[in-house]
């Protein structure tokens, strides 16, 4: 069992930056794959980025890609979401989610945790 509580979200000019943590419970962390996904209104869910538990494998959405930075600190039970270059369409909820596997996958009906999620809002 994991328990996921993400923080850092909040209200950033375009241009700006944020890091988001998602900080877990539980001592297997170390062997989730952890994802980040994101829903705006009215729109679905979407992959965001994705690690694999040792942190040696990365993948990142199109549309983030250069912009945003996953990372792990499994001493911590910590994930990050290092995100700069914010644009108005990165408003969204952010949600990490784990999963019970190395590798991530972009799909989340893949993963088996997710955190309540934290709003990320970019103004222009």
């Known amino acids: 069992q994991v328990q996921l509580v993400e923080s850092g979200g909040g209200l950033v000019q375009a241009g700006g930056s944020l890091r988001l943590s998602c900080a877990a419970s539980?001592?297997?962390?170390?062997?989730?794959?952890i994802g980040w996904f994101r829903q705006a209104p009215g729109k679905e869910r979407e992959f965001v980025a994705a690690i694999s538990w040792s942190g040696e494998s990365t993948y990142y959405a199109r549309s983030i890609k250069g912009r945003f930075t996953i990372s792990r600190d499994n001493a911590k039970n910590t994930v990050y979401l290092q995100m700069n270059s914010l644009k108005p369409e990165d408003t969204a909820v952010y949600y990490c989610?784990?999963?019970?596997?190395?590798?991530?996958?972009?799909?989340?009906?893949?993963?088996?945790?997710w955190g309540q999620g934290t709003q990320v809002t970019v103004s222009s």
């Open positions: 989610a784990a999963r019970s596997d190395y590798e991530p996958t972009i799909n989340h009906s893949g993963y088996d945790y």
């Open positions: 539980g001592r297997t962390f170390s062997m989730y794959a």
